[in-house]
């Protein structure tokens, strides 16, 4: 597992050399720091930063007696790329094998204004090691699926079991997840209503999707014939 620290270094820094004051590693620890500690917007992460002692910036790796003004964290997150800072805390994962696997999309909080539509994330979770295994940036109007057909070939899913909802349900999805050697669980819900006739059918009177598909005209004749036999003969 690599550390919070080791991750952030390997984000790619696009400024250039004149611009840096600070390491961009001790802007994003700083800022994390700052976002556990209640700072929601960048202002608020300014104003936590500079109430920093300096041995307090010292520990994050800022040898200036004050942290960054309140632009400098507005221009570093500008050119730092969400697929970079996805692909970095996504490496600061326990080891182990991961279990049980959640494919889920959100829409970043925040993220959206005038100008852009917002950051829609689809991640995997592991439940059993509490932490996001991978993640992926996904155009707001993805349906997800072929992000997450990217996302699963990169994950170590020997001997884990995938689930998600109804947007999952996608063939090469699973081929790619039993491929890796995991297992997957998807929804199937109302609104694939062929998908759905067509899992009720493949298992039969075993599924308990069977009792809410129609009858079949040869059932219903069977049925109505019975109806017209008197009874005792």
Not at 7 to 30: F, N
Not at 57 to 84: N, Q, S, W
Not at 95 to 106: E, F, N, S, T, Y
Not at 178 to 193: S, T
Request: hydrophobic share 40%; proline share 6%; aromatic share 6%.
């Amino acid at each position: 597992m690599s550390t919070l620290w080791a991750a952030l270094e390997g984000i790619p820094d696009h400024r250039t050399k004149k611009g840096r004051r600070y390491e961009l590693a001790s802007i994003a620890t700083l800022s994390l720091a700052a976002m556990l500690s209640g700072a929601n917007d960048l202002r608020a992460i300014f104003r936590w930063g500079r109430r920093l002692t300096p041995k307090g910036l010292e520990m994050l790796g800022i040898k200036r007696r004050k942290a960054p003004c309140h632009a400098t964290y507005h221009y570093v997150f500008r050119e730092i790329a969400v697929d970079d800072l996805a692909r970095a805390l996504g490496g600061v994962v326990p080891a182990g094998a991961p279990g049980h696997v959640i494919l889920d999309g959100k829409r970043l909080r925040g993220s959206h204004d005038d100008t852009s539509p917002g950051v829609h994330v689809l991640q995997a979770f592991s439940t059993r090691l509490q932490a996001t295994i991978g993640s992926l940036v996904a155009p707001p109007e993805s349906g997800e699926v072929v992000e997450a057909l990217k996302l699963v070939k990169d994950l170590p899913l020997a001997g884990a079991i995938v689930t998600g909802d109804a947007a999952f349900t996608f063939a090469p999805l699973a081929a790619a997840i039993r491929e890796a050697g995991g297992d997957y669980f998807f929804f199937v819900k109302g609104n694939q209503p062929e998908l759905e006739a067509e899992l009720a059918h493949a298992f039969g009177d075993d599924s308990p999707l069977a009792a809410r598909q129609p009858p079949r005209a040869g059932r219903r004749q069977d049925r109505s014939a019975r109806s017209q036999t008197p009874r005792g003969h």
